[in-house]
């Protein structure tokens, strides 16, 4: 059984319905642009996965129940097919959403992630500061950001690391993700989330962001493997959030047919 998983509706009443699956620590707030954008051609919903935004806290966190919590959304409310987009962590969900319950997805958008494991990726540094950070210490998010900066170089990601700080009722600093939940899943998450037979046969794009090093073209013929339908666009301006960097670009490719 999956929990019962928080969205946010962004419009588009009487149309189709999108779903929007944000990455790791991200949440539903990461594609409140982007989605409304969309709602000229859908009713678009962004769903913010378990242990994550205003989602219940579970200690089970891997690709499977993420899927099944998608799933378990979509049935709660009769809808019978849904376009995905899911965006790294969340593509990965949706990628696998797609071979296994094919018959709830319309067509599978997947953002700059393709099927493979991303052991590479420096989410330990990240993963770190925030483990380390007291929170009984700090006055503001800024203070936050700034104690980061051992450990998390970037400026954008310091700042996109404190989007997951608000205050409880008591106004103390709390996490809004589940850290210790995703600080142990986090090797499971950097894993592939298909098999070797995982296959998705109906309509597919995937937009990669040309400054990213997420999608390679050595990744092409793996994606086709899975998904023989694929139209594989890159985004040159872009880095890793291409729904955010290169909006009107990206917009217009999950627009096309």
Not at 9 to 26: A, M, S
Not at 99 to 123: N, Q
Not at 206 to 221: M, T
């Amino acid at each position: 059984m999956g929990v019962t998983i928080h969205h946010v509706d962004l419009g588009g009443q009487g149309n189709p319905p999108l779903l929007l699956l944000h990455g790791l620590l991200g949440s539903s707030r990461n594609w409140q642009t982007a989605g409304k954008d969309l709602t000229l051609d859908w009713q678009v919903m962004a769903l913010d996965a378990r242990n994550h935004g205003r989602s219940p806290h579970d200690a089970a966190m891997n690709y499977e129940v993420l899927a099944d919590d998608v799933a378990a959304w979509m049935q709660a409310r009769g809808m019978g097919r849904a376009t995905l987009v899911g965006h790294s962590m969340g593509g990965k969900t949706a990628m696998l959403l797609a071979c296994r319950r094919p018959e709830l997805v319309e067509r599978l958008v997947v953002v700059d992630i393709a099927p493979k494991d991303y052991f590479w990726v420096a989410h330990r540094g990240e993963f770190a500061a925030m483990n380390e950070l007291d929170l009984s210490s700090i006055q503001s998010r800024g203070e936050a950001e700034m104690r980061f900066e051992a450990r998390v170089p970037n400026l954008g990601m310091r700042k996109f690391l404190t989007t997951n700080l608000d205050r409880d009722e008591a106004g103390r600093w709390k996490w809004t993700v589940n850290l210790p939940v995703l600080t142990e899943a986090l090797p499971g998450l950097e894993r592939n989330s298909l098999g070797a037979g995982d296959r998705y046969e109906g309509p597919t794009l995937f937009i990669a962001g040309g400054k990213s090093q997420y999608v390679q073209p050595g990744d092409h013929e793996t994606i086709r493997r899975h998904f023989p339908s694929a139209r594989i666009e890159v985004i040159p301006e872009s880095g890793h959030n291409p729904h955010m960097e290169a909006r009107e670009r990206f917009v217009a490719l999950v627009r096309s047919p």
